[in-house]
């Protein structure tokens, strides 16, 4: 029943998150608009190009979708409502993460095409600069929850959430979300105006449809995980304890589909030069900071 | 019906979907959406999304008169598309060697939001048809050729052993029956590729037909769906193309086998067992860090690449994401100076049709040039309208930049802004409405200028090598002075000092454009006129004359001999020709980001360089 209300909460989410992202780069608000872009897509043939690695080429856009999937089940929507309440919550979504980046590379290698396989390289050098913030900023979160649970990690933030608790954390993983679901401006691998698309310039039809939800399933989940870990999840006053989550979920997801439209595409090695010169170290000092304000206050 | 209907029967819920697809028009416009909005035409009012590739785009937009050379990348482009997909003419001539367009307009707005609800209803009415044709393109078509495993060097059209070592010649395929295919061979595709050719192939064919099951049951349309299924049909699905004429294409269709799936797929379904990766890579080019097994060469960026104005062709051999070699054409096929002969009174039409990006320029060229062999000036009011003409043609010359330069560098308000901006500095009518453009000219330039990462970005990227020529605003953003404009009367009248930036790189010309934008809409404004007379002079005698104009690019030169009226001999030197040489040391040995960045920091046209 849980696994059931947990897919279906996904695909509402996914839902608006892609009439979120129409309207964030056309300008228009079409609500409809996923249904008969969805509806298009599954009419288009679905090319399959010349020469690929078949397999690498087949189980991408699907292993995209389960990555992100996977990583919802240990998110939890309400206190009774998650699909699987892990003793290593907190680990697992990262688990389930790192194959967003194999998708992405098999998806870059599979179609035997130029612009997709630099994308797909691309991105894994993008997960090396954001891997590690993910983690260490998820380290100080289970500090203060004392526990690797997702519900706990809820529970401990009552009086304060961690987005005010620990600030740096937070900016920190929002950041390496991003990253972690191409975003711009670190849609490195898909990079529309020097790759033509990458790895998504080779798919068409049914499979470009399948990838299309990965991504946006991957966005919620995402914006789920800041929600759950730093803003409280479905903590808050009078509404219902979903709907705060549903509401804390997509004002992230917005705010994560806006900020690309406002500054340029960061270069690859910046993504990796910060990511590990200022990044970890911030990240450090983070997990020191909260540690201190753990023992002291 | 569309020329490109999906072979299927029509039934509820494809009618269903077919709708839907109508609704949903995602278009590849050629030469690019800039070169549209520099006629006036907004496709995205119109109804269309704009689409970065051909995969993803269903309908082919063509506007203007398009060269030989654009004609061809466009129809390999088209044959990449996936069915249902159509065809837009917008101001277009003959289009061989594509299908017949689908719908035909005019250039006016009105004609094309028509044109596109036309296109609409087609769609909805027959994008899926039992009568369905496939599109034969020469250039896509794939040829077979034989080649030693263990010798590259040893290429036959026939099955064959090799005269070396004996072994059994192994198919590959061979790129299109043209020109271009020849200086591919044998680099593309190392040795060790061929063993995985032919077994690869039968492969296929069985994976295809597994793959086909997906939920739909009319053979005719699962055919043309999977045209590669096997080699020798490639010509006939948009699949085969992926092979054909590398250069011509710019899109991601290329391949890349020989580069690195050959050595995957030489181990895989390799007919000769395993083979080392010493051995696969023998004979490959070494790159500067030592792994070979990344090296791509000659990839096509252009013509129709989204990030670079179209018909820029910009070949890169690239070495992982490192550029190891660039070169840059344009557009090929386009009439140039040995075209421009003929009466003088025709000179400035023909000269303002071989750069649509900036026709206002290259027509005051001519008239500059046969004036001065006339021996006259032109009178004040002539001049100033057309400083007025040209400063309007500038400003949105580099609106136009501005918004190709977003696109490249992933700046999406960037890329819509200041394409708004360009469509309406296209559309206003005269001076007033020109000048009134100035505040959101500044607005947009203050605000580039406050973007954060975009000194990170473009900083240092870009930067030319000593002593290398320049012009225009990619002499100015090196801090030098250098404006045609300086020598001008009319501009000194109007107080005109050039914008000088320092700095030598993207960001440098970025800001001397953003400038230059405020500038041109200020001297409109003073020159209160954009409409220009024509020309003063009576060109029937025979003299010589010559003339320079600041275009939007930077400085070109005519020199026109005219006998008894007519042009007998023209000498033209444009910015972009001359900047063209400097694409190489830019580019090479730059990251792919940064080598694109400086590529179209250059903004070259394309349309003013023979080719």
């Keep these: ?297 | 019906m569309i020329s490109g209907a999906r072979q299927a029967r029509l039934n509820f819920f494809r009618r269903l979907v077919a709708r839907a697809q109508a609704r949903e028009l995602a278009a590849l416009v050629v030469p690019d959406p800039e070169a549209a909005r520099t006629m006036g035409v907004d496709l995205e009012a119109a109804g269309l999304r704009t689409s970065f590739t051909p995969r993803h785009a269903d309908v082919l937009v063509l506007t203007g008169e398009l060269p030989p050379g654009l004609k061809k990348a466009a129809a390999v482009a088209y044959a990449q598309m996936p069915r249902p997909r159509a065809i837009l003419a917008v101001g277009a001539g003959h289009v061989s060697p594509l299908p017949e367009p689908n719908v035909s307009v005019g250039t006016g707005q009105e004609d094309v939001a028509a044109g596109v609800a036309e296109l609409r209803r087609i769609f909805a009415r027959s994008a899926f048809s039992t009568e369905a044709a496939d599109f034969d393109l020469d250039a896509v078509r794939t040829q077979t050729e034989y080649v030693c495993p263990m010798h590259p060097q040893v290429v036959r059209s026939e099955p064959d052993s090799c005269p070396i070592c004996g072994m059994d010649l192994v198919p590959r395929e061979a790129a299109g029956g043209n020109g271009h295919g020849t200086h591919h061979e044998g680099m593309d595709h190392g040795g060790h590729d061929g063993g995985a050719g032919a077994s690869h192939g039968e492969h296929e064919g069985h994976d295809e037909h597994a793959g086909m099951e997906r939920g739909e049951q009319d053979e005719g349309h699962e055919q043309m769906d999977q045209g590669s299924d096997d080699e020798g049909e490639g010509q006939r699905g948009h699949e085969g193309m992926d092979h054909g004429e590398m250069s011509g294409m710019g899109y991601g269709g290329m391949s890349h086998d020989g580069m690195d799936h050959g050595g995957h797929g030489g181990m895989d379904h390799g007919d000769m067992g395993f083979m080392s990766m010493v051995e696969m890579t023998q004979g490959t080019p070494r790159s500067s860090d030592g792994l070979q097994m990344e090296w791509a060469e000659d990839m096509p960026f252009g013509p129709l690449f989204p990030g670079l104005p179209g018909g820029l062709a910009l070949t890169l051999t690239l070495d992982g994401d490192t550029v190891a070699r660039a070169e840059a054409e344009g557009v090929e096929g386009w009439a140039f100076a040995e075209d421009l002969a003929g009466p003088a009174e025709a000179l400035a039409g023909r000269l303002a049709r071989l750069d649509p990006l900036s026709p206002v320029a290259y027509r005051v060229l001519a008239w500059r040039a046969l004036e001065s062999a006339a021996g006259v000036e032109p009178g004040e009011r002539t001049a100033l309208a057309r400083v007025g003409a040209l400063e309007k043609e500038r400003a949105s010359s580099h609106m136009g930049w501005l918004s190709l330069f977003g696109r490249l560098i992933g700046y999406s308000w960037l890329e819509s802004r200041a394409g708004t901006l360009q469509l309406a500095l296209a559309r206003a009518v005269d001076a007033d409405e020109v000048a009134r453009l100035r505040g959101d000219g500044a607005g947009l330039a203050r605000r580039v200028e406050w973007t954060p990462l975009l000194r990170r970005k473009l900083g240092g990227v870009g930067v030319l090598t000593e002593g290398s020529e320049r012009s225009g605003p990619v002499a100015r953003g090196a801090g030098v002075p250098k404006d045609a404009r300086t020598d001008e009367e009319v501009y000194r009248s109007l107080g005109f000092e050039p914008v000088v930036r320092d700095g030598d790189d993207a960001l440098s010309r970025l800001r001397v454009r953003l400038a230059e934008v405020e500038q041109s809409l200020d001297l409109v404004g003073k020159a209160g006129e954009t409409a220009v007379p024509e020309l003063a002079a009576d060109p029937k005698l025979s003299s010589a004359g010559s003339a320079t104009v600041e275009t939007p690019r930077g400085a070109a030169a005519l020199r026109v001999t005219l006998e008894g009226g007519a042009v007998e001999g023209v000498e033209l030197d444009t910015p972009s020709a001359r900047h063209l040489a400097l694409v190489r040391g830019v580019a090479e040995q730059q990251e792919l980001a940064d080598a694109l960045v400086a590529v179209a920091s250059l903004d070259l046209s394309p349309w003013g360089v023979d080719r």
């Design chain 1, 1 to 297: 029943m849980n696994a059931v209300m947990a897919i279906l909460m996904l695909l509402v989410g996914a839902y608006l998150v892609a009439v979120l992202e129409g309207w964030v780069s056309t300008g228009r608000l079409r609500p409809a608009g996923p249904i008969t872009s969805g509806l298009a897509l599954l009419g288009r043939e679905s090319v399959v190009p010349r020469r690929p690695d078949r397999i690498f080429f087949e189980v991408a856009p699907p292993l995209l979708l389960v990555a992100a999937l996977l990583a919802a089940a240990v998110l939890p929507l309400s206190p009774g409502l998650i699909v699987a309440d892990l003793a290593t919550g907190a680990l697992f979504v990262n688990a389930a993460w790192v194959y967003v980046m194999v998708a992405l590379l098999m998806a870059g290698w599979g179609p035997n095409g130029a612009y997709a396989m630099v994308g797909g390289f691309r991105f894994l050098g993008q997960t090396v600069g954001y891997s590690m913030l993910i983690v260490m900023a998820l380290t100080a979160v289970a500090m203060r929850a004392e526990s690797l649970f997702t519900t706990e990690v809820v529970k401990s933030q009552a009086a304060l959430p961690n987005a005010i608790y620990q600030p740096v954390g937070f900016v920190l993983f929002f950041l390496a979300a991003m990253a972690v679901a191409f975003l711009p401006p670190l849609d490195l691998p898909t990079a529309p105006g020097e790759l033509a698309g990458g790895v998504m310039a080779e798919y068409t039809g049914w499979r470009l449809a399948v990838m299309r939800l990965g991504r946006a399933v991957l966005v919620v989940t995402l914006a789920a995980a800041v929600s759950v870990f730093y803003l409280g999840g479905w903590l808050g006053p009078v509404l219902p304890p979903w709907a705060w989550s549903a509401l804390k979920t997509l004002l992230v997801a917005a705010v994560m589909l806006l900020l690309g439209r406002y500054v340029p595409r960061l270069r690859e090695t910046h993504v990796l030069e910060w990511g590990w010169k200022i990044g970890i170290p911030l990240a450090l000092l983070n997990i020191f900071y909260v540690g201190v304000l753990l023992l002291v206050v």
